[in-house]
DNA sequence: TCTGGGGTCCTAGGACCC
DNA sequence: TCTGGGGTCCTAGGACCC
């Protein structure tokens, strides 16, 4: 049986969650920036018409926000979190396996409804969502990942798609890659889609049909990945659906300032704080690090005094405790810090995770039980209570500091915290 | 003045070993 | 003066994704 993938990729994800609790946004141009209101993540359709793009810094666009009155928040990451969750609840009741990919991107395997006309079904798919959860979104159907995406990409363009765009079988597929630029396609980016270009190959149709001449090129350029590609885009799927989450392979903590540090004490608080979220993450996937790195950055726009320094650490036991964890974190935090820098940016990373198994050292001083036992009451109560009711002193809990990053225009958590449950008046 | 965060995979090249 | 071959493992860096 050939495969079918739908991909259901929600529509201007972040701005659409935050139009479900704020239905005057409708029709509006509305951005949602990131971290520190720093650049611009998700556009809805009328701030693209205007031109903003993706990414673009706050500062640049600011004439064209007043101009247009584009409406403006900042990250909430826990109503998008929540969201995204409803969201792919009701995906599940639509196929029997579902790939979860992003926050707001699903595939699902239609293989086997042969005898549905997939454009009714996605379309159906996009209304039940719609009305269960407030968020639009598009399906691409196709028998490859590669060709679901291209075909999602159509069913968000043209309107007469009504939300779903069917790729499957002969008909419609060399018009659809005709019409796909080269760097519409998943896995170009910048890099490759230059090097496409430089070879003559402008469209998805071109690549497909690739002579074996070039294909030899391309697979020197971009290795198997260039070979994967062509094969998915004649049909032949080298991705499957991949159903249950891959355990994690690495773990980072970062955060970039609002305003340079140069204060090694803040700069300590801030990296003990990292590594208090960089380790929840860890018990939450039920891991150990055995590598710990810390590293600091002044700003990458300032290329002449530019410092980036990183230092890692071999552990002698696998572990999981904030405790341990920041006292090491801190020691590699010193061995970096170059006084007289402005530092813009500071963050860990664990890697070599292991599962379950602590390998017990001859010499280890701690008392392992103990440990487990302290992270389990910590997560627990900051799962019941609100995460950061219990924090390490390290973390200077409590406090407004300097190195806290910056949400001025963001909405209420309307889902996830009774005080700011929506109300009807 | 002001520019996010967290991932994955692949490859080349060096170190090391027999 | 002469100076092998092949395998494995690790890491850094590149490229991409959302």
């Known amino acids: 049986m050939p495969s ?52 673009a810094p706050v500062f640049e666009i600011s004439g064209l926000i007043k101009k247009h009155g584009v409406k403006i928040f900042s990250s909430n990451y826990a109503l998008y979190g929540d969201m995204s969750q409803r969201v792919m609840e009701c995906l599940s009741d639509f196929a029997k396996d579902v790939e979860i990919y992003s926050i707001d991107e699903a595939f699902l395997d239609l293989s086997g409804f042969a005898y549905e006309n997939l454009t009714d079904y996605g379309r159906r798919i996009c209304s039940s969502v719609k009305k269960w959860t407030g968020i639009p979104l598009s399906i691409g159907i196709a028998e490859t990942k590669t060709l679901a995406k291209i075909a999602n990409k159509i069913a968000k363009k043209s309107p007469e798609a009504k939300g779903a765009f069917d790729l499957t079988g002969p008909l419609r597929k060399d018009r659809a890659l005709l019409m796909t630029d080269i760097s519409d396609i998943w896995g170009i980016g910048y ?33 198997v990945w260039g070979t994967r590609m062509i094969d998915e885009l004649n049909g032949i799927s080298c991705y499957c659906l991949e159903t249950c989450p891959q355990p994690k392979k690495g773990i980072t903590a970062s ?23 960089g380790a929840e993450k860890l018990r939450r996937e039920n891991a150990v690090t055995s590598s710990l790195s810390v590293f600091l950055m002044t700003s ?26 920041i006292g090491y974190a801190v020691r590699c935090l010193e061995n970096i810090y170059k006084k007289g820098c402005m530092y813009k940016k500071a963050g860990i990373m664990f890697k070599d995770l292991s599962r379950n198994c602590i390998q017990l050292s001859l010499f280890d001083k701690i008392d392992r039980k103990r440990s487990e036992r302290l992270m389990q009451t910590l997560d627990s109560i900051n799962l019941k209570m609100g995460s950061g009711t219990l ?6 809990p409590g406090k407004t500091k300097s190195w806290h990053t910056v ?18 008046l």
């Open 391 to 396: 924090a390490y002193a390290a973390t200077a």
């Open 255 to 277: 955060r970039t300032f609002k305003h340079p540090i140069e204060n090694v004490k803040e700069l300590k608080e801030a990296i003990a704080s990292y590594i208090s979220i």
């Open 191 to 223: 890099s490759y889609c230059a090097f496409l270009e430089r070879n003559g190959v402008k469209n998805a149709l071109l690549l497909r049909d690739a002579d074996t001449a070039l294909k030899g090129r391309i697979k020197r350029k971009m290795g």
């Open 407 to 424: 949400f001025e225009k963001r909405s209420p958590f309307y889902t996830t915290n009774w005080e700011q449950i929506p109300q009807v």
């Open 4 to 55: 079918v993938f739908a991909l259901a990729d929600c529509n201007n994800f972040y701005v659409s969650c935050e139009r479900v609790f704020n239905p005057k946004l409708e029709g509006k141009p509305v951005v949602v920036l990131s971290n520190n209101d720093g650049c611009v993540v998700s556009r809805s359709n009328e701030a693209k018409a205007l031109g903003i793009k993706m990414g």
């Open 300 to 325: 990458r726009f300032k290329v002449e005094d530019f410092y980036y320094n990183i230092k890692t650490v071999e552990l002698p036991v696998a572990t999981s405790d904030t405790g341990e964890l």
